[in-house]
Every structure is written in C-alpha cells, then in structure tokens.
C-alpha cells in the first residue's frame, strides 16, 4: 500500500494525502504554477490574498488554473504588518471564497521575521471568529505553545527568513516544537532544496511548505518533483527510524566465524 495512503496529514479535520504544501507566488504565470502544483503532487496552494487577483474578470484568475474544488486553498496574510491588517485581510478572503482554514503571518520590519506579539493577539481574534488558523512563527518552542493554547491548528516555523534559501538552520528548535505541541507543525520559509526539505521531515514535522525555492528554480517543475520527493523520502525515514550514533566503526558483517 503507498505510503500517502496509510499516513494521511489531518489539519483541522480535513485529510491529505500529500504533505508537501507549494505557494502561488514568483511562478511565470499561473499555468506554470498549476504544473508545478502537479509536479509536487500537492493538494494545498497558499494564497496571498493582498497580491493574487482572485476576483477581475479582465486578468488571469488563479482559479482559471488551479480549481479550487479540486484544491484547497489556503489564503493568507503575506504583506500584512499589524494584527489589525491580518484580521481583516482573512475576513476578506472568507468573504471572498468562503475559505475558513487559513494561514496567519504578521511580519515585523526586521528581515521580515514574525511579529510574534502582533501574531499571537490576532490569532485570538481569529479563533474567536470561528476561523481554523495555521500560524506561520519563529521556531521558539515557548511561543508555538502559546500558539497552539491560542488555538492554532497547526504551527508553521520558519526554517531560515523567508525566500533566502538558507536551508534548516535550527534543527534542534524544530524538533522541540514538534516535541512542545500537539497540533500539526508544518515547516515554512527559507528552503533552498529538496534535501532540506527531506531534513525537515527527519525530524518528525509533518510536512513542508515551499515557495521560493520551487517557483525561483531554473526549473521550476523539476525542482516541485524533487520536492514532492524529498518530502516522501524524509517521512519514510522518520518513521523507520534511523540507525543509532556511534563514535566509533562497528562491523556490519558478524566477527565470528570467519573463513581462515
């Protein structure tokens, strides 16, 4: 039986076979997104409601190429730098399109890191709103608590500033806050490849979100399905588990019993 099958990532109740989540942003056009969105094998795109035309009959529609019956969309607050700003661009979106699940990111004007202050008193209103909100956060394991006793369904920590493809440079915090909460933790921001994204789901998060590195590729498409890869392939070595650390070499073959 596939591995996609018998291990299913459930935010908020709803069910994915894929755990790899691709944006809608930097792509040549939305055609080349939706191929990608193939490519990757994803269910899930995420959508910046302030900069994706959802709604001008004259432009290109997102939805022309990625069906959003088929697709779940997952708007978000990109651009948005207060609480206020966050709150009322979700409530446009479920205005919109109905859309309840949602992804909430306040950034700050330091190298656009998490305004976690501003997050956390958003996403209280949010909950209050009846939203499920899937929180974008730096990898601090005191805070994503705070996050999930919020009410977040899942925690998203950055894995490196956003769009710098530095790769995972804080394993040992994301594996705490995988060990800290209880809901989902999908890895966000700053991935550069497929083998950092494998990294990431080696550590037991459920699963990944990829912009940047896939849309920015020279390749897009290639690189979306080497994504898709790597992220299968790190899951399957999560739950095989990994041989233990040893300092020194041990035999893979018995000592005993050796022809002489």
């Not at 998490?114 to 996403?123: G, K, Q, V």
């Not at 939203?131 to 805070?143: A, N, Q, R, S």
Request: proline fraction near 6%; glycine fraction near 8%; hydrophobic fraction near 45%.
């Amino acid at each position: 039986m596939p591995q996609s099958i018998k291990d299913p990532l459930i935010i908020a109740g709803r069910e994915f076979q894929s755990r790899l989540i691709i944006g809608t942003g930097k792509f040549k056009d939305y055609k080349e997104n939706a191929a990608a969105l193939e490519a990757a094998g994803g269910e899930m795109v995420t959508v910046a409601i302030r900069r994706v035309n959802l709604d001008k009959p004259d432009a290109p529609l997102l939805m022309d190429s990625i069906d959003p019956k088929t697709t779940t969309y997952l708007p978000n607050t990109a651009g948005c730098f207060t609480g206020d700003d966050a709150v009322r661009t979700l409530r446009l979106a479920r205005e919109l399109g109905g859309w309840n699940l949602v992804k909430l990111e306040v950034l700050s004007n330091v190298h656009l890191y998490p305004d976690m202050a501003e997050t956390l008193a958003s996403l209280k209103l949010l909950v209050a709103d009846g939203f499920d909100v899937m929180v974008y956060c730096t990898d601090d394991p005191v805070y994503c608590q705070k996050l999930e006793e919020a009410g977040a369904c899942a925690i998203m920590p950055l894995a490196a500033p956003i769009g710098s493809g530095l790769g995972l440079l804080n394993p040992t915090n994301i594996r705490l806050v995988k060990e800290a909460v209880s809901v989902p933790v999908i890895v966000d921001a700053g991935l550069g490849t497929a083998s950092e994204a494998a990294a990431a789901m080696e550590l037991g998060v459920d699963g990944i979100i990829a912009n940047t590195a896939i849309a920015g590729a020279k390749d897009p498409i290639r690189m979306a399905r080497a994504f898709k890869h790597g992220v299968i392939a790190g899951r399957e070595a999560f739950l095989a588990g990994r041989i233990e650390r040893k300092q020194y070499a041990v035999p893979s073959s018995p000592m005993t019993g050796l022809i002489k």
